[in-house]
């Protein structure tokens, strides 16, 4: 079966533009997660939906970053007023409810560029 | 401090041998799960092993095997006979809070290996 999907690979904007990055999960999988992975860095956690729902968002950085998973499959992140710091892979995963507690299964990324 | 800690950036190996990639961790949970991860050029994160802070027995799957010492909080990943398509970028991980739900991993800084033929 199909993979993590995540839209579009590749992003390049300008400094104070709006991007939408999307991940479409393991098809079944409840869990979806954002992370976002800096040059030379781990991934850093940024939010966790069950369902529709986000079960915990604390590692946004600040309210220009929303996500959103209306239908409990595809989710989007939404980035306003960009700023070159937000410039990095950004990972999107999943996991079903019971292998969640192991392994999260991992997307190609969307690297975004913020000029 | 961090939460997790990979003092080896860059770590060599020849074709064949083994290699030990260092983890060590900081938590003052009970309950915690640790996860190695393997980044190819390619960009995606590949699950290797998961022991959990519970588990008796060190973990094992295939090629790889977790050193599990938990007075000394390591973790170390063992690859067993190196193959050249090891060569990647690897990341130790943490998840806390395991019976209270918590799904978030918190990464290290990841230590590239280069397998040499």
């Known amino acids: 079966g199909a993979g993590v999907s995540q839209t579009p690979s590749n992003k390049v904007t300008e400094k104070g533009k709006y991007v939408e990055l999307r991940c479409d999960p393991i098809s079944g999988h409840t869990a979806l997660y954002w992370y976002r992975q800096s040059l030379g860095q781990g991934p850093e956690f940024l939010i966790y939906?069950?369902?529709?729902?986000?079960?915990?968002d604390s590692g946004l950085p600040n309210d220009r970053f929303f996500a959103v998973r209306p239908e409990g499959s595809v989710s989007t992140l939404k980035i306003q007023r960009t700023e070159r710091g937000d410039s990095a892979v950004y990972l999107c995963?999943?996991?079903?409810?019971?292998?969640?507690?192991?392994?999260?299964?991992f997307g190609p990324g969307t690297r975004l560029t913020v000029l | 401090a961090q939460k997790i800690t990979q003092t080896q950036p860059g770590m060599f190996v020849q074709e064949k041998e083994a290699v030990t990639l260092d983890c060590t961790y900081d938590t003052s949970d009970p309950s915690y799960g640790l996860f190695w991860y393997k980044q190819p050029s390619s960009g995606e994160m590949i699950f290797l092993i998961y022991?959990?802070?519970?588990?008796?027995q060190n973990a094992t799957e295939g090629r790889y095997s977790l050193n599990f010492q938990k007075a000394r909080k390591s973790a170390n990943l063992v690859i067993s006979a190196s193959q050249l398509g090891d060569s990647a970028m690897y990341f130790c991980?943490?998840?806390?809070?395991?019976?209270?739900?918590?799904?978030?991993?918190?990464f290290g800084s990841g230590t590239r290996l280069q397998v040499q033929p």
């Open positions: 022991q959990g802070s519970y588990d008796q």
């Open positions: 995963a999943s996991s079903s409810l019971a292998g969640g507690l192991r392994e999260q299964f």
């Open positions: 939906f069950q369902g529709t729902g986000a079960a915990d």
């Open positions: 991980a943490m998840r806390e809070g395991l019976d209270t739900g918590r799904r978030a991993l918190t």
